[in-house]
Structure formats: structure tokens, C-alpha cells
């Protein structure tokens, strides 16, 4: 305190004139009614800041304390200014207590995650998810029902799946239609896949036209090279006119070691009638059948070489095997597949098949029909011996009635159930189930105890009209839609959904949960072009463009368009349409 000092409102003489606090020096002070130090309302004047007062006045809510300039603005669902600034929540920069949002420009309510910003609330294109595989596409986000052959990968899971093979589907449409050589050339009743021999990343096909020049041709077939129009590639011609070559074809595997697929061809007339079977090595280009790395004949009246099987390995021996059928005379031979050396005989059946190990033991077995008996049988791999087939086989199957023609045609089908045993099956083409001779197939099922039975303990495809002849061939093409199980083809060379006689082949995915079916209700039905093609005498499976899946083989040996009853070979890609 002295003369001339400023007088202050604290209760001393400031300015030594005798007055205490009179003429002090004053304020603006506003209410702060919420203590939290800023005021905010109209000034009132004051020597000193009492309780309750502010000299500030940018207060802008004096009823809460947590609102005030000094206060840190949070994310909060009254969107307060907490810090006064005139910005709420996502507008103002400092604010704390975010979430990470995700970028959802498509709005199908899924966050892009390479896309984020920290903020309060999602508005219109931000989401707390970062699911989204596309966010330029609504229809794509995790969990998605995946649409097949759309463009999208809808459920983030990687690609975009190919749709599968499904309904009634007309061969004029498949991917290749390869033509017979000529008139009667009957070409495509006989098929398999000889796997890979030419290195080019696609599956090889032997196809026989048993009609064909003097005495039937056999015809290998690059995959890789096949395309539609008349056919072309390696041919095996007959010994003699009339043999019939290529009435019967098999793949046998590399049976000499030298990196390449073989076959065996059969030749079911040679000889008037006894029959024949070559072995045909990879490394050969085109020839005569009597240039076969071997051969084996049949006997009088046998007919060796009406039916075909390779590529297993019944003994455990370590070499594959060959089962023949001589229709003649209702037998059966077992060949070692390197040198053609007989090695048992199975005698009441000429229909064959070698199967995956049915049982578990670790050995392939074996299938033969007897259609003139209406049975079918089961032969365990192990010592090969000669057998009656009536009291030797293990497993015995019959038709389910008298005159069905039960194990016309059989078949090793791979497992088409995921349970790790061979399944197999046979046809009764003149069943009639849904109408005289409409025909079904049976499809049997592999397992630790399998017993004797009737075929109708299996499952059963049926011809969906009388004289289809449904179960006349039947083959797994292999896994078509890439599941990881095996699949079912089955004929029906009389089916008239395309014309009378023009025939139709069937596809069955391979399911844990198989049911009785009608022809027209299986997965997929592939239906002849015109009247009397007889599509479905001859059914296959191979990759023949190298995608990873089995594609479908379709023959129709009475197709007339490289001439009358040429015959054609039919390929739609597998995986999808």
C-alpha cells in the first residue's frame, strides 16, 4: 500500500487515502453455475471474482461441469459439445473414445478393411465390420450365399464356382462332338481314359469303332488335340476282316515301365469267333493289331474280348491285371497284364469288371455278370484260382426278377460314398420297374461285411419309360464336380427324350446319402441328338483339357453324322456348365 496505488477490492487500504476498497478497480465476472471455472451468461461487474463467478465467459452448458472449453470432447450418444468449439463427436478432430470403423461404400452393410477411420458412430458408409471381400460389390461379403458362375466371389471364400452340371442337357450343346470315320463304323461304343501319355497335361482316351474298316479300328486319342469334327490320332486296325477290334477297350496303366499308358483291345470275333485280346504299349504309333506287344486268344466258340478290364491288381502281386470276358461261352479269364499269361478262369459270366478294394483287405477285386442267370459276383482279390462263379464267387447278387438281364453290364465306381471302400454296380437293362424293358442300374456299396443279396438292396436308378434300357453301360467317369467323390454314369441307348431311340446317358454325384431314383431325376441327364443314335451304349470319364476335373464321355455308336451309324464321341468339360 502507498499514494497513488490502485485500490483493490481486499479489504486494505490500497492507496493510503482512508477509505478501504472505495473506488477500487472492477470486473466483468460471469456466472459459472456448474464450477467448473467457465462462466457463461450476461457480466455482472465486481471488484473481486467471488464463488460462483468466472471472468470467462465461453461457457457453453453451465448446468453440466463435464462441459466447458477446457473439457476433452468425447464420443458420447447425446452428440455433446463436451469442449465447446462448436463441433460435435466425428466433426471435431480431438475427440477421444473412438471405435475403428471400416469403409462400406456398396452399403451391404459389410466393411472394406483395407479402408478405416477412428470415429464415434458408422453414419451411411462406415461399418464396425471389416468383412467385405469387394466393397464395390453389394452382393459379395463374408458369409454370403456363393452364387455360381456370377463374377463374384459372394462369400470371400475365393473365386467364383462354376455352376454344376445339372438337369436335362442336349449333347448337340457339349464342348467337343468328335464323328466316326465312316459308314458302320459304330464308334464310341467302347471308352476309357489311358491317363496322361503324351506329357501334355490332359487325359488320353482309347475309343474303339469295332465296325470300322476290314475288321474294326481302335482309335488313342491326344486329349489334349481333341476337338470336334471327324476323328483323328493313333489307330490299331484288325488282323482280320470281321474280328471286331474295339468292340471292347481298356486301360491298363504302364505295364512295362516305360512311362506311357497301355491298353487292351478286344477283338471278340477273331479267329471265327474264338476271340482275342492285345496288349497295346504306349510307345506304339499306329499299327496293326498283330504288332501287339501280346496277345491272348480265346478258345472255340469263347468270343475273348467281348467285355474288358484293367488297371488293378487282384493278386498283390504287384503287376496290374486284365479280366476278359468270352461271351461265347460264359467265362471269364484273369491275364497278367505284362505278358498276357493266363492265370485263372471264372466260369458262368463274361460281363467284368475289376473294382477298388471292396472289403478292406488291401487287395482289388473283381465283378463279373451273368445276365442269362439274372446275377452278378463278387471275387475277392487274393491266390488266383479257376472257379465255377455259381459256388465260387464270394458274394453272389441277383436281379430283382426273372428276365431283368441283371449284370449285362458292371462296373468299379470308385468310392462314391467318402466311406474308404470300392463301391461298384450293375445294370439289368430289361427291368421293368417303370415299364417293360425300361431298364436300371445298381449302385453297391463296399464295406467290411458286405453279403450276399438281391440287387434291390442297392440303389436302384431306374428307366423312367418302358424299353429305355437303362443299366445297359455304366461306368464312374471319375469326381466331375470336384467334391472329392466319385461319380456314377449310367446309359440308357433306347431313351426316346430325344428321339426315338436316340438314347441318353445320366450323371449321379457322388453322395453319402444316396436314394432310389428315376433316370430323368438324377443329377444331370445328356440326351441324344436324333432318332437312333443310341446314346449311352457307351459311357466314360476323363480330364481332357486338363482343368482338375473329370469330364463326361458320352458315345453314341449309331450316330450318323460322319456317315450311317458312324457313331460319335460326345465330351462336356466337368466342374461345370
Given at each position: 500500500s502507498h499514494p497513488g496505488a490502485d485500490e483493490w477490492c481486499d479489504g486494505i487500504d490500497n492507496d493510503c487515502d482512508g477509505d478501504i476498497d472505495t473506488g477500487a478497480v472492477t470486473f466483468d465476472v460471469y456466472a459459472d453455475n456448474d464450477g467448473d471455472g467457465y462462466g457463461a451468461g450476461t457480466a455482472t461487474t465486481d471488484c473481486t471474482v467471488r464463488a460462483g463467478y468466472s471472468l470467462d465467459n465461453t461457457d457453453c452448458n453451465d448446468g453440466n461441469a463435464s462441459v466447458s472449453p477446457g473439457a476433452s470432447?468425447?464420443?458420447d450418444e447425446a452428440n455433446a459439445d463436451e469442449d465447446c468449439d462448436g463441433r460435435v463427436d466425428d466433426a471435431d478432430g480431438s475427440v477421444t473414445g473412438t471405435s475403428t470403423y471400416y469403409g462400406d461404400v456398396d452399403g451391404d452393410g459389410y466393411g472394406d478393411p483395407g479402408t478405416t477411420s477412428e470415429r464415434c458412430e458408422g453414419a451411411s458408409?462406415?461399418?464396425?465390420?471389416?468383412?467385405?471381400?469387394?466393397?464395390?460389390?453389394?452382393?459379395?461379403?463374408?458369409?454370403?450365399?456363393?452364387?455360381?458362375?456370377?463374377?463374384?466371389?459372394?462369400?470371400?471364400?475365393?473365386?467364383?464356382p462354376l455352376c454344376p452340371i445339372d438337369g436335362s442337357l442336349l449333347l448337340a450343346d457339349a464342348d467337343f462332338k468328335v464323328e466316326g470315320p465312316g459308314d458302320l463304323a459304330l464308334f464310341g461304343r467302347s471308352i476309357d481314359n489311358l491317363g496322361d501319355t503324351d506329357g501334355d497335361g490332359a487325359d488320353d482316351l482309347?475309343?474303339?469303332?469295332?465296325?470300322?474298316?476290314?475288321?474294326?479300328?481302335?482309335y488313342l486319342l491326344s486329349g489334349g488335340a481333341i476337338r470336334s469334327g471327324a476323328v483323328t490320332g493313333t489307330t490299331v486296325t484288325a488282323e482280320a476282316a470281321d474280328d471286331g477290334l474295339g468292340y471292347a477297350v481298356a486301360a491298363c496303366?504302364?505295364?512295362?515301365?516305360?512311362?506311357?499308358g497301355d491298353a487292351v483291345l478286344g477283338a471278340p470275333e477273331n479267329g471265327g469267333g474264338k476271340g482275342a485280346v492285345y496288349l497295346w504299349g504306349g510307345a506304339h504309333g499306329s499299327g496293326a493289331a498283330s504288332?501287339?506287344?501280346d496277345a491272348a486268344n480265346g478258345a472255340t466258340g469263347d468270343g475273348l474280348g467281348s467285355a474288358l478290364d484293367c488297371g488293378h491288381d487282384l493278386d498283390g502281386d504287384g503287376v496290374s491285371d486284365v479280366i476278359a470276358g468270352a461271351s461265347g461261352t460264359s467265362v471269364s479269364y484273369i491275364y497278367d497284364a505284362e505278358t498276357l499269361t493266363k492265370t485263372a478262369k471264372f466260369t458262368g459270366g463274361s460281363a467284368v469288371a475289376l473294382l477298388d478294394d471292396v472289403n478292406g483287405d488291401g487287395l482289388d477285386d473283381a465283378l463279373v455278370g451273368a445276365y442269362t442267370a439274372d446275377r452278378v459276383y463278387l471275387v475277392y482279390g487274393g491266390t488266383l484260382a479257376n472257379i465255377t462263379l455259381s459256388s465260387g464267387a464270394d458274394v453272389a447278387y441277383s436281379g430283382e426278377a426273372s428276365g431283368d438281364e441283371a449284370g449285362a453290364a458292371v462296373a468299379g465306381l470308385g468310392d462314391i460314398d467318402a466311406d474308404g471302400y470300392g463301391d461298384f454296380g450293375a445294370g439289368a437293362p430289361e427291368n421293368d420297374t417303370n415299364g417293360a424293358a425300361g431298364g436300371a442300374a445298381y449302385l453297391l456299396l463296399g464295406g467290411p461285411s458286405v453279403a450276399s443279396a438281391s440287387l434291390s438292396t442297392g440303389v436302384r436308378v431306374a428307366g423312367d419309360d418302358g424299353a429305355d434300357r437303362a443299366g445297359a453301360a455304366l461306368c464312374t467317369p471319375g469326381d466331375v464336380d470336384g467334391d472329392g467323390l466319385a461319380d456314377v454314369m449310367v446309359g440308357a441307348y433306347y431313351d426316346d427324350a430325344g428321339g426315338t431311340g436316340a438314347g441318353a446317358a445320366a450323371l449321379l454325384y457322388g453322395s453319402v446319402s444316396l436314394v432310389n431314383l428315376d433316370f430323368g431325376d438324377t443329377d444331370a441327364q445328356f440326351v441324344g441328338e436324333?432318332?437312333?443314335?443310341?446314346?449311352?451304349?457307351?459311357?466314360?470319364?476323363?480330364?481332357?483339357?486338363?482343368?482338375?476335373?473329370?469330364?463326361?464321355?458320352?458315345?453314341?455308336?449309331?450316330e450318323q453324322g460322319g456317315g450311317s451309324a458312324a457313331g460319335a464321341l460326345y465330351v462336356w468339360f466337368g466342374g461345370g456348365r
Amino acid at each position: 500500500s502507498h499514494p497513488g496505488a490502485d485500490e483493490w477490492c481486499d479489504g486494505i487500504d490500497n492507496d493510503c487515502d482512508g477509505d478501504i476498497d472505495t473506488g477500487a478497480v472492477t470486473f466483468d465476472v460471469y456466472a459459472d453455475n456448474d464450477g467448473d471455472g467457465y462462466g457463461a451468461g450476461t457480466a455482472t461487474t465486481d471488484c473481486t471474482v467471488r464463488a460462483g463467478y468466472s471472468l470467462d465467459n465461453t461457457d457453453c452448458n453451465d448446468g453440466n461441469a463435464s462441459v466447458s472449453p477446457g473439457a476433452s470432447e468425447v464420443c458420447d450418444e447425446a452428440n455433446a459439445d463436451e469442449d465447446c468449439d462448436g463441433r460435435v463427436d466425428d466433426a471435431d478432430g480431438s475427440v477421444t473414445g473412438t471405435s475403428t470403423y471400416y469403409g462400406d461404400v456398396d452399403g451391404d452393410g459389410y466393411g472394406d478393411p483395407g479402408t478405416t477411420s477412428e470415429r464415434c458412430e458408422g453414419a451411411s458408409t462406415w461399418v464396425t465390420n471389416s468383412s467385405d471381400c469387394d466393397d464395390d460389390e453389394p452382393e459379395a461379403y463374408t458369409g454370403a450365399t456363393e452364387v455360381c458362375e456370377d463374377g463374384v466371389d459372394n462369400d470371400c471364400a475365393g473365386g467364383d464356382p462354376l455352376c454344376p452340371i445339372d438337369g436335362s442337357l442336349l449333347l448337340a450343346d457339349a464342348d467337343f462332338k468328335v464323328e466316326g470315320p465312316g459308314d458302320l463304323a459304330l464308334f464310341g461304343r467302347s471308352i476309357d481314359n489311358l491317363g496322361d501319355t503324351d506329357g501334355d497335361g490332359a487325359d488320353d482316351l482309347v475309343v474303339g469303332a469295332w465296325g470300322y474298316g476290314t475288321g474294326g479300328t481302335v482309335y488313342l486319342l491326344s486329349g489334349g488335340a481333341i476337338r470336334s469334327g471327324a476323328v483323328t490320332g493313333t489307330t490299331v486296325t484288325a488282323e482280320a476282316a470281321d474280328d471286331g477290334l474295339g468292340y471292347a477297350v481298356a486301360a491298363c496303366g504302364d505295364t512295362d515301365g516305360d512311362g506311357l499308358g497301355d491298353a487292351v483291345l478286344g477283338a471278340p470275333e477273331n479267329g471265327g469267333g474264338k476271340g482275342a485280346v492285345y496288349l497295346w504299349g504306349g510307345a506304339h504309333g499306329s499299327g496293326a493289331a498283330s504288332a501287339a506287344d501280346d496277345a491272348a486268344n480265346g478258345a472255340t466258340g469263347d468270343g475273348l474280348g467281348s467285355a474288358l478290364d484293367c488297371g488293378h491288381d487282384l493278386d498283390g502281386d504287384g503287376v496290374s491285371d486284365v479280366i476278359a470276358g468270352a461271351s461265347g461261352t460264359s467265362v471269364s479269364y484273369i491275364y497278367d497284364a505284362e505278358t498276357l499269361t493266363k492265370t485263372a478262369k471264372f466260369t458262368g459270366g463274361s460281363a467284368v469288371a475289376l473294382l477298388d478294394d471292396v472289403n478292406g483287405d488291401g487287395l482289388d477285386d473283381a465283378l463279373v455278370g451273368a445276365y442269362t442267370a439274372d446275377r452278378v459276383y463278387l471275387v475277392y482279390g487274393g491266390t488266383l484260382a479257376n472257379i465255377t462263379l455259381s459256388s465260387g464267387a464270394d458274394v453272389a447278387y441277383s436281379g430283382e426278377a426273372s428276365g431283368d438281364e441283371a449284370g449285362a453290364a458292371v462296373a468299379g465306381l470308385g468310392d462314391i460314398d467318402a466311406d474308404g471302400y470300392g463301391d461298384f454296380g450293375a445294370g439289368a437293362p430289361e427291368n421293368d420297374t417303370n415299364g417293360a424293358a425300361g431298364g436300371a442300374a445298381y449302385l453297391l456299396l463296399g464295406g467290411p461285411s458286405v453279403a450276399s443279396a438281391s440287387l434291390s438292396t442297392g440303389v436302384r436308378v431306374a428307366g423312367d419309360d418302358g424299353a429305355d434300357r437303362a443299366g445297359a453301360a455304366l461306368c464312374t467317369p471319375g469326381d466331375v464336380d470336384g467334391d472329392g467323390l466319385a461319380d456314377v454314369m449310367v446309359g440308357a441307348y433306347y431313351d426316346d427324350a430325344g428321339g426315338t431311340g436316340a438314347g441318353a446317358a445320366a450323371l449321379l454325384y457322388g453322395s453319402v446319402s444316396l436314394v432310389n431314383l428315376d433316370f430323368g431325376d438324377t443329377d444331370a441327364q445328356f440326351v441324344g441328338e436324333s432318332d437312333g443314335d443310341s446314346a449311352g451304349e457307351g459311357v466314360g470319364g476323363a480330364d481332357v483339357n486338363g482343368d482338375g476335373f473329370a469330364d463326361v464321355l458320352v458315345g453314341a455308336p449309331s450316330e450318323q453324322g460322319g456317315g450311317s451309324a458312324a457313331g460319335a464321341l460326345y465330351v462336356w468339360f466337368g466342374g461345370g456348365r
